[in-house]
């Protein structure tokens, strides 16, 4: 989604087009190329995904709200008309949006969710060392399902 957001806000940018209309022709390219809008829709939440609204929210409050999130808004404008459905920004294209903006390199977007992915191994470790359940739950399953595999040779 962040590289999708750079490459329409800088066709905007080199063709001199306002952002609406650069990205009209991107999801007009999407649409013929039947792929998917990076940083749009959401299967639960087709009027909008809460967690990028409220990202978006502190970034226009904040003062941190710039050139890309302006992008990803003028797509996510454009798209339902054009994609016919709804088509509300997620998160996916709410976080890249607001670390461009805040200066994040786009060739370094790769990583952060990495960082979303670490936080959540952190947090179930935590939990584990809190109550361990983790072994408990192994053995019941090994209790209630019988391995009903090839065996080996040599090993039956």
């Given at each position: 989604a962040g590289r999708y957001i750079v490459e329409v806000l800088e066709e905007s940018r080199s063709s001199g087009a306002d952002l609406k209309t650069a990205a009209r022709k991107?999801?007009?390219g999407l649409k013929e190329a039947r792929a998917k809008v990076p940083g749009l829709g959401h299967p639960q939440h087709s009027t909008g995904d809460p967690r990028a609204n409220?990202?978006?929210?502190?970034?226009?409050?904040?003062?941190?709200?710039?050139?890309?999130?302006?992008c990803l808004r003028a797509?996510?404008?454009?798209?339902?008309?054009?994609?016919?459905?709804?088509l509300p920004i997620n998160v996916s294209g709410a976080i890249p949006a607001l670390m461009l903006d805040a200066g994040w390199p786009v060739d370094a977007m790769k990583g952060v969710p990495l960082?979303?992915?670490?936080?959540?191994l952190v947090?179930?470790?935590?939990?584990e060392t809190?109550?361990?359940?983790?072994?408990i739950m192994s053995h019941k399953a090994d209790l209630a399902i019988e391995y009903d595999g090839k065996v080996p040779a040599g090993k039956g």
């Open positions: 991107s999801l007009e409220v990202l978006l929210k502190l970034a226009d409050d904040l003062g941190v709200a710039g050139d890309h999130v302006a797509i996510g404008e454009e798209a339902p008309a054009i994609m016919n459905r709804a960082l979303a992915r670490a936080a959540g947090a179930h470790l935590f939990e809190q109550r361990s359940i983790g072994f």
